[in-house]
């Protein structure tokens, strides 16, 4: 049965049922006359529906989400609805299916204009395991770990949107054992399966966001691979953190899942101890039980489980406007490498090698203990549905591209 001869249009088993209805940025490149206008769509089973022709305002025709993003959470939510009750309701269905287009016709584009970019540090499990790493004889985490969301301010201009190929990263790396450094393309290539944060009404200098305002500033949810170069990072990053080991790219799903779609997936979150100061004490739970899974050239390698993160978005919210810096629509926050506590729960390659030194062994055969020049790393997640199915957070791929020749 073609989709759209039902409805609601969604075939059994879909993840992108209508208690998803993300949202996304795409366009047509057939035919030609459409002249790739990019608009806003939802996607509903195995189709976009296009909501510029059914919805009479402009900002349903506009080529990024940033101008819904800023409406608010009441225009998100009734926006939502509407979609839902044309989607649902017979009645629609004559007049909704010519705007249903086939996702496999379609472009996707990086949905919405990254404004500020922060990564945080927020698994338990992750900064456990790079501290037994790299301080093997010391107390794995340092002492402010417990009691603040740690992060740092990466760069917006190179986020882009999942197929974008990725090309290795060249930089100052210092070999083991080397005094000086030497130059050349990264030799230890990494992702990190993270969860990214899209912020839809910002807010103003001076003025701290109280975590329970989370919802009323964040319409939802992507996923995001930040490529790490583990050896320009390691060299470059003492004493003040990530910068170019990091900035060379940062991937992110196409479609945006609303907070909304996410209400039957949110759960209370690990405990925290020692409790947090008052401004980070969690009023709601905000802990949100997202399954990802990462596959590097088709091999799962790793299924980290979002719930068990230590730190939860509402708090990263708070504590990144603490100070009374602002934030504006398209602001991104990283949620840092989602690690569960086992082993096949780790969220980047130097955890899952334990630093290189237990190669992954892929279904070809091969082996990894970074990433090769034309590896495929494809991250994808599933969550609850408020309709007791599962719903998707789609995927965010990217391919290794060989540096380029060093000027
Ligand atoms: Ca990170």
Redesign the pocket.
């Known amino acids: 049965m073609n989709a759209v001869d039902r409805w609601p249009p969604v075939p059994d088993g879909s993840p992108f049922g209508v208690a998803n209805l993300p949202f996304g940025i795409f366009s047509q490149p057939e035919p030609a006359a459409r002249g790739g206008f990019r608009r806003i769509g939802v996607a509903v089973g195995d189709n976009v529906l296009d909501l510029s022709p059914l919805f009479g305002d402009d900002c349903f025709a506009a080529p990024t989400l940033d101008g819904f993003l800023a409406r608010g959470r009441r225009m998100w939510s009734g926006t939502r609805a509407r979609i839902t009750e044309l989607l649902t309701d017979p009645h629609y269905q004559g007049a909704v299916s010519p705007h249903l287009l086939p996702r496999s016709e379609v472009v996707l584009h990086l949905p919405f204009t990254v404004a500020d970019y922060v990564?945080f540090?927020c698994s338990l499990d992750h900064a456990s395991n790079v501290g037994r790493i790299f301080r093997p004889d010391a107390e794995p985490l340092l002492p402010n770990w417990r009691h603040l969301p740690v992060g740092y301010h990466g760069r917006a201009g190179t986020v882009v949107v999942s197929g974008t190929p990725v090309v290795r990263p060249s930089g100052q790396r210092r070999p083991p054992g080397a005094e000086t450094p030497m130059f050349g393309p990264s030799v230890r290539l990494d992702i990190?399966a993270?969860v990214g944060f899209v912020v839809g009404v910002g807010s103003p200098l001076g003025e701290p966001v109280p975590i329970e305002a989370f919802a009323d500033h964040v319409f939802g949810v992507v996923l995001l691979n930040?490529w790490?170069a583990r050896d320009i990072q390691a060299w470059e990053s003492q004493p003040l953190g990530p910068f170019l080991g990091?900035s060379f790219a940062t991937s992110i799903s196409p479609w945006v899942v609303p907070l909304e779609a996410l209400a039957a997936a949110r759960v209370k979150g690990r405990a925290q101890d020692p409790a947090p100061l008052p401004y980070l004490r969690r009023t709601e739970p905000w802990a949100l039980d997202l399954s990802i899974e990462v596959a590097l050239n088709g091999t799962v390698v790793s299924r980290p489980p979002f719930a068990t993160m230590y730190w939860t978005p509402d708090q990263m919210l708070a504590h990144l406007t603490v100070n009374g810096a602002s934030t504006r629509t398209g602001d991104l926050y990283?949620s840092?490498?989602v690690s569960g506590p086992d082993p096949s729960q780790r969220g980047s390659l130097i955890e899952l090698t334990w630093n290189g030194t237990e190669p992954l062994v892929l279904a070809d055969g091969s082996t990894r203990s970074f990433l090769e020049d034309g590896d495929t790393v494809t991250m994808s997640a599933t969550a609850p549905a408020a309709d007791g199915t599962r719903l998707t957070l789609g995927e965010v791929t990217g391919t290794i591209h060989p540096a380029r020749p060093t000027p």
Do not use: A, F, I, P
């Open positions: 990564d540090y990190e993270e930040d790490s990091k990283g840092g490498t």
